[in-house]
């Protein structure tokens, strides 16, 4: 088995090693190219002590392997090599220590090559092949250590894995204190008033415009008509999607439509199955369910993303070729509806807007039906534009639009689902104040740095 | 050679479906319909080759005991146990099993993950959205911008003139810059697929 030196200890371990077997070193940050750089070493044997090497070898030995250098600084101890790890606020300490030692050639590489077959790519401006360095040898232009620390600094900082800001575990005296009171307390406000609001304050729900199209879109349906349905969502968002979903669902079961659902979604169709049937349930009792279910026809899991969509827009019947008892799906009755008359409407129930345009682009200006979209509250910015040019005949997105949509409905919602969609809602503005507290504490913040 | 059968085959599809859709060849339907049929039975191939790949990478790690490997145990457990119990009942994706996972595993371990994006949300925030940071400025305007047009307060707090306010955002700043976006994308994206048809994808500049 092939093997590597420790950067610590100078022990072989195996290649694929997560930690020393000899000193205990964490090895899971040493890339796996400068592991294998060093693979001709036999397995069990020590590298042998170099004899003198000569300057151009002792070079590259340096450049290849810079633990092997002259330590200079004094050299971390393994439990030191994992702080920057288990604690990143001491990471700035490490770079500062490391910016002090000459940079290596190693050190030089952004992307190295697949297992060594490739050679590395060099930084703009840094030369790979420089001969090691004494360490009290002023670096050359464009190595300052200033700058590459500033730069590290700043690299680090606009990925959101760092600490912008630097906490020490214990701040030092005299420093400012944590803000960790000032978070529990406004925690703690923005509860109290959620809670002790007056509840009565949502007496009319905003109805965003395409709220009321949608609604008459539905109702001008004729009793029993074919609906194809996208369920664009799945488990991940169907806290919000499903109750949004819900008045619209209840509206077309009430209008006796025939349901045909398809998903490209993995775990859509499973979701669908649920709410339809917890939809039919509720408006049908539980015996007229179980025969209404029977006639929703379930296209199934379609992969492939937009391509097959277009089919879904000229050939449906070729989109859903079985159905799950392995009856060709073609030949049950709202399928053959659907192929002489068409879907009188196509239903678009997506947590994300990409799934309604490609609908609206890959479907709708094949088939002609009438889209109407229902979606979370994040989608309606993007979707808005088309609703507004007519390519869409309602939408309803959010809870706002779904309490809306409910109070049109001719049968009320029972009251859970409506104490659950002012529960939600209530979350939802407490999300919203939880945001608006985490950016005033943050500008707070900024304001107390030096 | 084999780049530019490849090349031409995507060249002919592309023509075909151009062709179909702008109503040029109506007596090509029916071929392109098998086209897109080719095109379902190549996604759900490529779905299985994926889980197989899948399978086979997470093998190698536990295999080769490397970090973290007791998620891959338990990744290979799972697929094993659903694919295993899925075609063991002639039921399918309707077998009790199978929706008992779905039900106690799958469907609450989605909406918890997704959850977490919430606390992800206000810990960047609270982090990077500073006045401070490269285009800090342009990024709270923004997030105001979107405040003032979604938050679920503004229509009971503020006048009704507050919900004009917004539905004029909505409707006219946010859709201009929108169409913006949908067309420049549009054109780019037709720009790409025909730049890369007629010079391949090797090509550069």
Redesign the interface.
């Known amino acids: 088995m092939s093997t590597f030196g420790c950067p610590h200890c100078g022990q072989p371990n195996p290649l694929?090693a997560?930690f020393c077997a000899h000193c205990g070193t964490d090895l899971?940050s040493l890339p796996r190219d400068e592991r294998s750089s060093q693979e001709a070493r036999p397995s069990g044997d020590l590298p042998p002590a170099p004899e003198a090497p000569l300057p151009g070898e002792e070079g590259r030995l340096l450049a290849e392997q810079p633990w092997l250098q002259p330590e200079t600084v004094e050299s971390p101890s393994p439990e030191e090599e994992r702080l920057p790890e288990e604690q990143p606020w001491l990471r700035p300490a490490q770079e500062e220590r490391d910016a002090m030692e000459p940079p290596t050639a190693a050190s030089q590489r952004l992307v190295t090559g697949l297992q060594g077959l490739l050679e590395p790519v060099e930084e703009a401006g840094l030369a790979l092949e420089t001969p090691a360095q004494a360490p009290d040898t002023p670096p050359p232009a464009g190595r300052d250590p200033e700058l590459l620390q500033r730069w590290q600094m700043r690299f680090a900082e606009?990925v959101?894995l760092a600490?912008?800001?630097p906490t020490p575990m214990a701040p030092p005296p005299g420093s400012r204190r944590g803000y960790g009171m000032e978070w529990i307390g406004l925690a703690v406000l923005v509860l109290g008033l959620w809670l002790l609001g007056p509840p009565t304050?949502?007496?009319a729900?905003?109805g965003?415009?395409g709220t009321q199209a949608a609604y008459q879109a539905v109702e001008a349906l004729p009793i029993g008509a074919s609906v194809l349905v996208d369920w664009a969502y799945?488990?991940?968002?169907?806290?919000e999607l499903d109750r949004v979903a819900y008045p619209v669902l209840v509206h077309l079961v009430d209008r006796n439509a025939q349901f045909v659902v398809v998903s490209q979604f993995p775990?859509g169709?499973?979701?669908a199955r649920r709410t339809l049937q917890a939809v039919q349930v509720e408006r049908l009792g539980p015996m007229q369910a179980r025969t209404a279910a029977q006639q929703v026809v379930e296209g199934g899991f379609?992969?492939?993303?937009a391509?097959?969509l277009?089919?879904l827009g000229?050939?449906t019947e070729?989109?859903l070729p079985v159905d799950?008892e392995g009856t060709p799906a073609r030949e049950r009755a709202p399928l053959q509806a659907l192929q002489e008359t068409g879907p009188a409407l196509a239903l678009v129930l997506a947590a994300h807007s990409e799934d309604v345009?490609r609908w609206l682009e890959q479907v709708q200006?094949?088939n002609r039906v009438p889209v109407l979209a229902v979606t979370a509250?994040?989608a309606?910015?993007?979707l808005?534009?088309y609703w507004?040019s007519g390519q869409l005949v309602g939408l309803v997105s959010?809870?706002?639009s779904a309490q809306a949509y409910a109070r049109w409905l001719e049968e009320p919602l029972p009251f859970v689902e409506e104490v659950r969609i002012a529960g939600l809602?209530r979350g939802?503005?407490l999300?919203?104040w939880?945001?608006?507290v985490?950016?005033v504490?943050?500008?707070l913040r900024?304001l107390g740095e030096p | 050679m084999d780049r530019r059968v490849g090349g031409t085959v995507a060249l002919v599809v592309a023509m075909l479906v151009l062709a179909d859709r702008f109503g040029l060849a109506p007596a090509t339907r029916p071929w392109v319909n098998v086209l897109y049929v080719w095109s379902l039975l190549l996604a759900g191939f490529a779905l299985l080759l994926g889980a197989v790949h899948l399978a086979g990478v997470h093998l190698g790690r536990v295999r080769r005991g490397e970090a973290e490997w007791p998620l891959s145990v338990a990744l290979l457990a799972a697929l094993a146990v659903t694919v295993g119990v899925g075609l063991a009942d002639p039921r399918g994706i309707r077998a009790p099993a199978v929706e008992w996972i779905f039900d106690a595993v799958l469907a609450p371990g989605q909406a918890t993950l997704f959850a977490l994006t919430g606390l992800f949300l206000l810990t960047a925030i609270h982090r990077f959205v500073r006045l401070d940071r490269p285009g800090g400025l342009w990024i709270l305007v923004g997030l105001v911008l979107v405040a003032v047009v979604q938050a679920p307060w503004p229509p009971d707090l503020l006048p009704p003139l507050w919900a004009r306010l917004a539905d004029w955002l909505l409707v006219w700043p946010v859709m201009a810059a929108w169409r913006g976006v949908l067309l420049g994308s549009a054109l780019a994206s037709l720009w790409i697929g025909g730049y890369l048809l007629i010079r391949g994808p090797g090509s550069r500049g």
């Open positions: 694929n997560s899971r606009e959101p600490d912008p800001v304050l949502r007496s729900p905003h965003w415009p799945d488990p991940a968002t169907a806290g775990g169709m499973a979701t379609l992969p492939g993303g391509p097959v277009a089919l000229q050939a070729l989109g799950l345009q200006p094949l509250a994040a309606d910015p993007v808005r534009p507004d959010g809870y706002d809602q939802q503005q999300g919203f939880l945001l608006v985490a950016l504490l943050g500008h900024l």
